[in-house]
């Protein structure tokens, strides 16, 4: 599986963005995905995970501001960002093939090169 994922910008405090991961190689209807954020100098963070029916989790930094879907017949995954912070600026990642619940990194078969997201004051 291939991961592309694009969207990514500079937005103002208070903006949106909607990151898109684009999957190729197969299908990834039954996958759990995911998306995470690294900032420089600090751990890769995990956001939110999406299981094959649509259930979604969310981690307490992003809930309320950030949603997750997915688009089975495109085989593509969302990440709708709003209320945008400057503490929210990152390389953000999206993964897919979680084998647990999908809130953890190491647990992911697949990685896209990752769309950098830069939010100004």
């Known amino acids: 599986v291939q991961l592309q994922a694009s969207g990514g910008g500079l937005v103002q405090a208070g903006g949106s963005l909607r990151l898109s991961c684009a999957a190729s190689?197969?299908?990834?209807?039954?996958?759990?995905m995911g998306w995470f954020r690294q900032a420089p100098g600090k751990e890769r963070e995990f956001l939110s995970a999406?299981?094959?029916?649509?259930?979604?989790t969310y981690s307490d930094s992003v809930k309320g501001r950030f949603t997750i879907s997915r688009d089975n017949a495109k085989n593509t995954v969302y990440l709708q960002m709003n209320s945008l912070k400057p503490e929210d600026t990152a390389v953000y990642y999206c993964?897919?093939?979680?084998?647990?619940?999908?809130?953890?990194?190491?647990?992911?078969?697949?990685w896209g090169q990752g769309t950098l997201v830069t939010v100004s004051s």
């Open positions: 999406i299981s094959w029916n649509g259930g979604t």
């Open positions: 993964a897919a093939d979680s084998t647990d619940d999908g809130s953890t990194w190491l647990m992911y078969d697949y």
């Open positions: 190689g197969r299908t990834v209807s039954s996958a759990i």
